[in-house]
């Protein structure tokens, strides 16, 4: 079994490379990659696609790797390996990014990527630090997950989906944020689960033995 965490320049992949490495040892889910070569995401089981930054800079920054791309397209779309999209590596999963500039994404969940505004103006933009999810859909990788677990953002923008069965969790800031979406082999986290302690790990763990 192979996971690959794709690598296009957007972000340190230190600690999502090391807490994916510790749950795959815990979990038995084989090796764990970190590449930008379409031929090592072509032969991955699962796909992790991180991301920092901008929309339309991780989406510049992707489409300029050749086949890169296309490779994780492939992958997810027709062979349907399971993927997950971490900060702006799930906003991408969207139809459009309205960051800066209205950017297409991937389309694969329906939805906007909209800036974050809070019915509390004493609460800042972007949104960083600790908040407690809220779990709106069962899903296998919620296994052991719970309302009111804690998980660590940092962002401006959020996902605003089209379908609310795709939103399968939220957070309070005075407004509801999406956390995690999902359908089919697809799931995407607006939270870093490498740096959400004990409730990350246990979403990267239920992730490396999730079988769609």
């Given at each position: 079994?192979?996971?690959?965490?794709?690598?296009?320049?957007?972000?340190?992949?230190?600690?999502?490379?090391?807490?994916?490495?510790?749950?795959?040892?815990?979990?038995?889910?084989?090796?764990?990659?970190?590449?930008?070569?379409?031929?090592?995401?072509?032969r991955a089981d699962?796909?992790?696609?991180?991301?920092d930054g901008a929309?339309?800079?991780?989406?510049?920054?992707?489409?300029?790797?050749?086949?890169?791309?296309?490779?994780?397209?492939?992958a997810v779309t027709?062979?349907?390996?399971?993927?997950?999209?971490?900060?702006?590596?799930?906003?991408?999963?969207?139809?459009?990014?309205?960051?800066?500039?209205?950017?297409?994404?991937?389309?694969?969940?329906?939805?906007?990527?909209?800036?974050?505004?809070?019915?509390?103006?004493?609460?800042?933009?972007?949104?960083?630090?600790?908040?407690?999810?809220?779990?709106?859909?069962?899903?296998?990788?919620?296994?052991?997950?719970?309302?009111?677990?804690?998980?660590?953002?940092?962002?401006?923008?959020?996902?605003?989906?089209?379908?609310?069965?795709?939103?399968?969790?939220?957070?309070?800031?005075?407004?509801?944020?999406?956390?995690?979406?999902?359908?089919?082999?697809?799931?995407?986290?607006?939270?870093?689960?490498?740096?959400?302690?004990?409730?990350?790990?246990?979403?990267?763990?239920?992730?490396?033995?999730?079988?769609?």
């Open positions: 079994m192979l996971t690959v965490l794709v690598d296009y320049d957007s972000g340190n992949l230190h600690s999502a490379e090391k807490a994916f490495q510790r749950m795959a040892l815990e979990t038995g889910a084989g090796e764990v990659l970190v590449s930008s070569r379409p031929e090592d995401v072509a699962r796909i992790v696609l991180p991301g929309f339309p800079a991780c989406r510049r920054a992707l489409g300029s790797y050749g086949g890169l791309f296309e490779a994780i397209e492939e027709t062979r349907a390996r399971p993927f997950l999209g971490i900060c702006v590596g799930m906003q991408m999963m969207a139809t459009w990014g309205r960051e800066y500039q209205d950017t297409k994404g991937f389309d694969w969940i329906a939805g906007e990527v909209v800036k974050i505004t809070p019915a509390d103006a004493a609460l800042k933009v972007p949104h960083m630090g600790w908040n407690d999810l809220v779990l709106d859909h069962p899903h296998p990788v919620l296994a052991g997950i719970r309302t009111g677990d804690h998980a660590y953002f940092v962002h401006s923008y959020h996902f605003r989906v089209e379908n609310p069965a795709h939103r399968l969790a939220h957070a309070d800031y005075a407004g509801e944020i999406t956390a995690i979406i999902g359908r089919d082999n697809m799931l995407g986290m607006q939270f870093h689960p490498e740096k959400s302690q004990a409730t990350g790990l246990r979403l990267i763990g239920n992730f490396l033995r999730w079988t769609p």
